[in-house]
């Protein structure tokens, strides 16, 4: 059953169009996976940049120990890296030339190759956060249109643009420009799923890579500055090796764990169906982002002397970065925004409410005693009006005082009383025992 009332956003991101225009070429009739050429030529690429990196690295060893023999080492490690990729290159050369049929990529790097093309051509309208490098750092600027003549590369597995000015990233394109150009099919029963190109047998075993080496290093060199010692080449080897291993063990761990998930996933028929809970999130989400719906909170701004809270900001939908339901904060550009307020208006707006409450409750409330005194807020309101206000003095780096709790808890929740407001108060917030001790003199 369809939902017939909520938001959807007219943008889609740069990873969702991808897949969404290798769906619709997989109903033209193109294949999923690419052929064992496609695969063979792609790994012969991979393997030609490694060894091109090897020998540029070799060559700046053996200059850098020509100067300084104590690099001497560093040039066979080097050379032995060297042999390694030169081994490979030609494996993955052979390979290729064993393959008969011309190469035949799959439907998803068909589908990156023509939303390239479709970018650079201006086909599509592009948007995003470009991020500009500067002498204080980098500049982001929200929610630009970046024109087609600054496009140098598209990246899909990054997430991101290369233009003249600087990166593009949380790039979105409108949906209505990539079913224009790669219509949808009109009876979508199986939904595309992007599979992982077929791997040779013998092809090498994958290495660490270029990020975990990096981490590695960093861990590294940072205990040895803690422990007061010069860096060393051969004591960095041995501390990287050992965490590279690691890593793979845990990827080997993961990788049975994926596959009976994805083993799980192509057992259930039905498609995937979220609750009205999961789609209220994912739909609100999109409306913030999207600016449907007006946004304001306290800001919470990291600096030098710590958490800076400005009250009551009005925030702007393109530095909305994450809506978590869950711990009721928004992450934006400038930084986190607690105590959340939306519109009622800009709710019932997007999502009306039901005209007749024909399932309302039946209990009705008790007759009151004109002498009885007014009804009191639940205790259980104002606990979780006491949580909101600590959490928003811890990020706020203040102390909790029982007096702003009180104020901020009757904005809040009028019908609460002051002696049940301190009431909880004492029984959450741990209080200091005994009298302060007078300095004797």
Known sequence: ??????????????????????????????????NASFVALRQAQITLVEYDEAASRSDRMKNTANKNPAFAPAVLQAGRVLDE????????????????????????????????LACRDGAIAVSGDLVVKSAEGPVRQSGCEIPAAEIREVSVA???????????????????????????????????????????????????SPPEIANAMKQYVASESAAGGPANIDRAVSAIVPAVLQADRLLDEAKPRV???????????????????EEATRQLELACDDGAIAVSGDLVVKSAEGPVLQSECEIPAAEIREVSVAKRIFFTDGGTVINVNLRIEDIDKICPRPADNAVASAVEAPAISPSAPPPRAPQREIANALKR????????????????????????????????????????????????RKNRR
């Open 158 to 208: 990054k997430r991101m643009l290369v233009t003249d000015r600087g990166t593009v990233i949380n790039v979105k394109f409108r949906i209505e420009d990539i079913d224009r150009i790669w219509p949808r099919p009109a009876d979508n029963a199986v939904a595309s799923a992007v599979e992982a190109p077929a791997i040779s047998p013998t092809a090498p075993p994958p290495r660490g």
């Open 85 to 116: 990729a030169t081994r490979r290159l030609e494996s993955a050369q052979e390979q290729q030339e064993l393959s008969k049929e011309p190469p035949q990529p799959g439907s998803y790097e068909e589908a990156t190759r023509q939303l390239d």
């Open 1 to 34: 059953m369809r939902c017939t009332i909520g938001y959807e956003t007219p943008f889609i991101s740069l990873r969702e169009g991808c897949s969404r225009i290798a769906e619709a070429l997989e109903a033209q009739g193109w294949p999923t996976k690419p």
């Open 259 to 277: 596959e009976r998930a994805h083993k799980q996933q192509e057992l259930s028929k039905e498609p995937p169906q979220p609750g009205s809970y």
């Open 389 to 436: 206000y600590l959490s928003s003095e811890s990020a706020a780096g203040r102390p909790a005082n029982i007096d702003r709790a009180v104020s901020s808890i009757k904005e809040q929740l009028p019908r609460a009383t002051r002696s049940q407001i301190r009431e909880i108060y004492r029984t959450e917030v741990p209080q200091p025992r005994g009298r302060p």
